[in-house]
């Protein structure tokens, strides 16, 4: 048997680099050979045995021994292409849409692939990028065009997620977008209202450095959370408040991020009527502001990550993958943080769980040879 490296955990969440049988490619099948993979703050957090959506079915999995887990965001080149398998060949540079919808189920039957009850997702249900191969079915490879590297096409997922907020939201030709928080989700934000049909776009950030990026991301307002944004906020929009806000500042102090503080500023900074979304990942039982919300009639909005209810096909990573070609997005600007090897694992979930201590902003990338 054929053996191939990739990140495994143990029972016991020991996170591990081993050998584990090569992948093979069926018919409809494509295995890539991963050149660049990018983690995420959740997979991390699973992999350490934290208590986050999934980990039940991760826990179970551990009872029968090592799993491999990991990595679905990535960039690789075509390996091995199956039986019928049409427009993809040996060598070319790709990266897959990470939810396969299972194709059966009643929501599946109905083509509404977004409300799979079932759907695998690479890296976590099946094997996923942190490994030197990996296999998955045809239908979920997106080419990597010309004039993008693959640094950047490992990075396209989160850009995706931020797509998908914009489009969830229904912003129309001229609304003022709010963005919160200045990491790799409000930075994506900002671009994406930028180039999508916003008309000012503001972004309130603690970090001067974020401030700056959100500047070259096309925030046409930049507001020192620190200060009296709603001042800024009552300024900017004479006083109604943003038809949008996107909050993706919220979540675990233990991350450096917000708590709950950014989801009462989104509420009182959003105007009569208007719509916040959720970006940020809260805990289950976090409370929200209803009755604000409810007094204002806001909707309130989770979007999915990834290429959320697109994420049977693959528009939105094409879509995305031309904002990067036409150099009006450069997810390259937020990679900080790149490290050799599956070997680093630990260095890698170390910064990606760290962000702060690091000063770094996308999660870390690995670079496999
Ligand atoms: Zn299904």
Do not use: F, K
């Given at each position: 048997m054929l053996l191939v490296q990739a990140v495994v955990v143990k029972p016991g969440f020991v996170v591990d680099v081993a050998e584990v049988a090569e992948p093979v490619c069926g018919p409809g099948e494509v295995v890539i050979e991963v050149r660049r993979v990018q983690l995420s703050v959740t997979e991390c957090m699973l992999m350490a045995g934290?208590?986050?959506?999934?980990s039940d079915q991760l826990a179970r999995r551990l009872e029968d021994g090592p799993v491999q887990f990991g990595g679905h965001e990535f960039a690789g080149v075509i390996a091995e292409v199956g039986a019928d398998v049409r427009g993809l060949e040996v060598g070319q540079r790709v990266t897959a849409v990470e939810t396969l919808p299972c194709g059966t189920c009643a929501a599946c039957r109905r083509s509404w692939a977004s409300a799979c009850v079932a759907p695998a997702i690479i890296g976590f249900t099946r094997p996923g990028a942190l490994a030197e191969r990996l296999v998955v079915p045809a239908s979920a490879v997106v080419a990597v065009p010309d004039g993008v590297s693959l640094a950047a096409a490992a990075a396209i997922q989160p850009l995706a997620g931020a797509v998908h907020a914009h489009a969830a939201l229904d912003v129309r030709p001229g609304e003022s977008v709010l963005v919160l928080g200045g990491g790799v989700m409000g930075l994506l934000g900002v671009a994406v209202a930028r180039h999508g049909n916003a008309g000012l776009v503001a972004l309130s950030t603690h970090s001067p450095r974020k401030l700056e990026l959100g500047g070259r991301f096309g925030a046409d307002a930049l507001i020192?959370?620190?200060?009296d944004v709603l001042a800024a906020v009552e300024e900017l929009t004479g006083g109604i408040g943003f038809d949008v806000v996107v909050e993706t500042?919220?979540?675990?102090a233990d991350l450096g991020l917000a708590g709950l503080s950014t989801v009462e500023l989104a509420a009182q900074a959003v105007r009569r009527g208007g719509r916040i979304a959720m970006v940020s990942v809260l805990d289950a039982h976090a409370p929200l502001p209803t009755g604000l919300l409810r007094s204002k009639s806001v909707t309130l909005i989770h979007p999915r990550s990834g290429?959320?209810?697109?994420?049977?096909?693959a528009t939105v990573f094409e879509h995305c993958f031309g904002l990067v070609q036409r150099n009006?997005?450069?997810?390259?600007?937020?990679?900080t943080h790149t490290v050799q090897g599956l070997d680093a694992i630990h260095e890698a979930m170390d910064i990606t769980q760290h962000k702060s201590t690091y000063d770094a902003i996308n999660p870390a990338q690995m670079e496999l040879s």
């Open positions: 934290a208590d986050v959506a999934l020192d959370a620190g200060s500042a919220g979540g675990s290429a959320g209810d697109h994420a049977c096909a009006l997005v450069d997810p390259e600007a937020l990679i």
